[in-house]
């Protein structure tokens, strides 16, 4: 167990407190963000998005020619010349929380298409919504089968897709994050983050090859079992053909099985993918990041930073605080002594908590002290100061 308050001048043998790692690594192509509800993910998000598409930029060599004439090959004549050009790379922020909060933290409508930021030229941001991308999926089957619905509006699609979302949970969303990653992946993204829905909901999120192989195999058994059976009943609703419906089925699974797969890949590689974990300094948040840690290595994925949002005065040690604290309370009014004796507690508690998450991942993670502001951080102009706090923290040594 840590001591009651942490003591920050001896961090100076740890790695850098700060997610200049990220930045450099011009590799990564999937970043995630997450951790408990209410820690800032969404703040954090943003702020990784706008450094990143201040940061992630290119340099291209190129030849001007100013005029080209003749019949047979290329013929420069008049100026012409090397040059080079800057190109920014465009970085895109996808919500994948049901509580979409990308349109408040920016300030801007943001929908389910890839939206322009204001303010930049390559940052873009989109909220994704599991329901309607299973709808939208479903209306394709049914054109490809001929499929149409019935007079209550029940088709035998309709009716084979229920059944499965209903009897394997999570298949809905894991179908619909796959129609995401065939959007993300035919698009020009140097680089995606994710801004994930409270732990539960992520670490669903990342078991879904496995709930894909889940649902394909059941199918794959009742094939196997009743033969066109499938096809037959669901073309009695109005499904089309026998074999168009289960071949739109099967192989509707089996695309989505196979982009998930490709995607589970590219997450369990480093070089490629790193997971952000956010949290406060508070006993249910530390303990629900060391779950969060562990299970990021169960499914083999890469994970060295961790950003701790809402700190009283990171530069300020408590036991110093309190010292000056203890010296003058007595000349302070009773409601100033109260307020003062809060911020105290609140900030011994804090310090408590953060010596424990240094002393579990200080040796290998980077940990990024984010101070507790007296305002929101809402609009782009806020959120570009505050982004600067994860690349140049605040000195502890000062």
């Not at 001007?64 to 790379?89: A, F, P, Q, S």
């Not at 979302?165 to 999570?170: F, L, V, W």
């Not at 983050?193 to 670490?203: C, E, Q, S």
């Not at 195999?217 to 079992?225: P, Q, V, Y």
Request: include cysteine; glycine fraction near 8%.
């Amino acid at each position: 167990m840590a001591d009651e308050s942490y003591d920050y001048d001896d961090d100076e043998d740890l790695p850098d407190p700060s997610l200049k790692n990220i930045l450099e690594q011009e590799t990564l192509q999937w970043i995630f963000v997450g951790g408990k509800g209410g820690v800032g993910k969404t703040t954090t998000s943003c702020c990784l998005g706008t450094q990143l598409a201040k940061h992630r930029k290119k340099t291209v060599m190129y030849f001007n020619i100013l005029k080209i004439l003749g019949n047979v090959g290329l013929i420069c004549v008049g100026g012409g010349g090397w040059g080079m050009i800057d190109e920014t790379n465009k970085v895109l922020i996808v919500s994948t929380d049901p509580a979409h909060n990308l349109s408040d933290a920016f300030c801007q409508k943001i929908g389910r298409e890839p939206t322009p930021i204001q303010g930049f030229t390559n940052l873009f941001a989109m909220e994704i919504d599991a329901t309607e991308d299973l709808d939208k999926m479903q209306r394709s089957m049914e054109d490809a089968t001929g499929a149409g619905s019935d007079d209550d509006g029940n088709s035998g699609i309709q009716s084979l897709l229920s059944e499965l979302t209903n009897s394997i949970p999570g298949i809905d969303e894991a179908m619909s994050f796959s129609e995401l990653m065939k959007q993300v992946q035919n698009s020009d993204y140097d680089v995606v983050v994710f801004d994930t829905a409270p732990t539960g909901h992520t670490l669903r999120l990342l078991s879904f090859p496995t709930i894909l192989e889940k649902a394909f195999g059941k199918l794959m058994d009742l094939k196997d079992r009743f033969g066109g059976l499938i096809g037959q009943a669901s073309a009695l609703f109005g499904g089309g053909s026998p074999d168009q419906v289960q071949d739109a089925l099967l192989g509707r699974l089996e695309e989505t099985r196979a982009i998930i797969n490709k995607v589970n890949t590219a997450f369990q590689d480093p070089a490629l993918t790193t997971f952000v974990c956010v949290c406060i300094p508070e006993f249910l948040s530390i303990y629900e990041t060391e779950r969060l840690v562990q299970e990021l290595s169960k499914f083999g994925i890469d994970s060295h930073n961790i950003v701790v949002n809402q700190v009283l005065f990171p530069e300020k040690d408590a036991e110093e605080l309190g010292e000056w604290f203890d010296s003058n309370k007595d000349s302070m009014q009773k409601e100033a002594r109260e307020i003062c004796g809060k911020m105290m507690a609140r900030k011994r508690m804090q310090d408590k908590y953060i010596g424990q998450c240094f002393d579990l991942y200080g040796d290998d993670f980077h940990v990024v002290l984010m101070p507790l502001l007296d305002h929101e951080v809402r609009g782009v102009e806020k959120l570009k100061d505050f982004s600067e706090l994860l690349i140049n923290p605040i000195d502890l040594e000062e």
